[in-house]
């Protein structure tokens, strides 16, 4: 029993050390947001880094993810004769939530990983300590400008996402399903809500900023050489996409919660 308790402290204790650590660096790169000297570059580089060379991927995704709703949602509600509320149902389930939320995923998977191997690399090679003796703060040059770029870029990629993935459901409910192309359009303009995409875009923000910030955090504190950048890369991917699921539900019962 005391052997039970001892292990169950020691795993709080661990826990409770990682969230005061991930709190001190999140703190001191929002910090390092706002106080000079800028990167623009690296920044505008970042920024290319999430946004542009993820749109195949995302693209894919929000695509098939919309044909798929469209003809889920048609068989379900063939039922109760209600084929109509499909065009409803694709939209807003692709602005409210799987437009986000596979974004997330899927950057996460390919950016947060990149950010993590790639500072981890840097933390056992003591690329970083180089940095420091040459008088340049790692956070201000590593890190702000992946939480900058994160931030300002995540949004736009779902929203290029959200119109892929409705017009993926467009193609099915035309071609597959049979529906007529303007009643299609009318339904979905009808009683999609500004709200919708702004809570939509809202979490994307929140993703990319997350996104960013385990990537650079886990790589920044790798050790252990090689072995060690990959259970950072892993880490990182594992840890983003579990707070991506938290603050989906956090955000969306801010929006929609009574």
């Known amino acids: 029993m005391i052997e039970l308790l001892s292990t169950i402290g020691m795993v709080v204790l661990l826990f409770l050390i990682h969230v005061g650590k991930l709190a001190e660096f999140t703190a001191l790169a929002v910090s390092?947001?706002?106080?000079?000297?800028f990167f623009p570059r690296l920044i505008a580089k970042s920024m290319l880094e999430i946004g542009y060379f993820s749109l195949p991927v995302v693209g894919l995704t929000a695509i098939f993810s919309g044909m798929v709703v469209a003809l889920q949602s048609y068989t379900g509600f063939a039922r109760f004769s209600a084929e109509g509320a499909v065009a409803t149902v694709v939209v807003l389930t692709l602005t409210r939530e799987l437009g986000p939320v596979l974004a997330g995923l899927m950057v996460a998977g390919r950016v947060g990983a990149s950010m993590a191997a790639e500072i981890g690399t840097m933390r056992v090679t003591e690329q970083i300590d180089a940095?420091?003796?040459?008088s340049t703060n790692p956070y201000k040059y590593l890190v702000t400008p992946r939480l900058l770029a994160g931030l300002l870029t995540m949004p736009l990629l779902?929203?290029?996402?959200?119109?892929?993935?409705?017009?993926g459901g467009y193609i099915v409910a035309i071609y597959r399903l049979g529906f007529n192309p303007a009643n299609y359009l009318s339904r979905t303009w009808e009683y999609l809500q500004t709200n919708d995409v702004v809570s939509g875009l809202t979490k994307?923000?929140?993703?990319?900023?997350?996104?960013s910030l385990m990537g650079c955090y886990h790589g920044y504190y790798s050790k252990g050489g090689a072995q060690g950048v990959g259970q950072a890369t892993t880490n990182a991917v594992v840890s983003a996409a579990i707070m991506i699921l938290v603050f989906n539900?956090?955000?969306?019962?801010?929006?929609?919660?009574?």
Do not use: N, Q, S, W
């Open 204 to 211: 994307a923000a929140v993703f990319g900023f997350i996104i």
């Open 131 to 134: 940095l420091t003796t040459l």
């Open 249 to 258: 539900y956090v955000i969306t019962t801010l929006f929609f919660g009574k």
């Open 32 to 37: 390092h947001v706002v106080r000079p000297p």
């Open 158 to 167: 779902v929203l290029i996402a959200d119109i892929i993935g409705v017009f």
